[in-house]
């Protein structure tokens, strides 16, 4: 009985799914999702944020590293999915992940909600769909501290992140 739960409460809450249990042959979740549905599902994700660059995948994410620095915040790490697909013999488009972040405000987050602290640092994917479009995709700020129950009193700190993000992103895909 309890593992029956658990398969159940698992499939039930699973990621992307919107707490709607998939149903059996449902292409609307995972990996199976038809190509032509992709594009309109990549806009429809609750908490992400994905905004198309006027530049390649490269060039999007030595841009929003350097704009990550020019405002004072860290990159803590880089993550090329694409050269470890390569790495053991698999294709993926151009996948890079940049982690990011001030420790000052991030720690003004947890303060008020420590699990916040597996969101954080920052992250933005950037990545090339099939068309060869140059995508940035982060989670939404405003989702995440309606996710963790933030408390009210860190708005204004919210708030001034949402509003450095955007610049960021911004300045990236420019």
Not at 15 to 32: A, H, I, K, L, M
Not at 138 to 155: G, N
């Amino acid at each position: 009985m309890v593992a029956f739960v658990a398969i159940f409460l698992n499939a039930r809450f699973c990621v992307g799914t919107g707490g709607q249990s998939p149903t059996v042959g449902d292409n609307s979740v995972g990996p199976n999702i038809p190509r032509r549905n992709r594009k309109k599902r990549r806009q429809m994700l609750e908490g992400l944020i994905t905004l198309q660059s006027s530049h390649g995948p490269k060039e999007t994410a030595n841009r929003l590293a350097a704009s990550v620095r020019n405002h004072g915040m860290t990159v803590f790490s880089r993550i090329d999915h694409a050269a470890a697909a390569t790495a053991v013999g698999l294709d993926l488009r151009s996948t890079e992940v940049l982690f990011f972040g001030n420790p000052k405000a991030g720690t003004l987050l947890m303060q008020s909600e420590q699990t916040i602290g597996l969101d954080l640092p920052l992250k933005a994917l950037v990545w090339q769909d099939e068309s060869s479009e140059t995508w940035i995709s982060y989670q939404d700020l405003a989702w995440l501290a309606k996710r963790y129950l933030l408390s009210p009193a860190i708005q204004p700190t919210l708030e001034k992140m949402c509003s450095l993000i955007k610049v960021v992103i911004d300045e990236a895909a420019g």
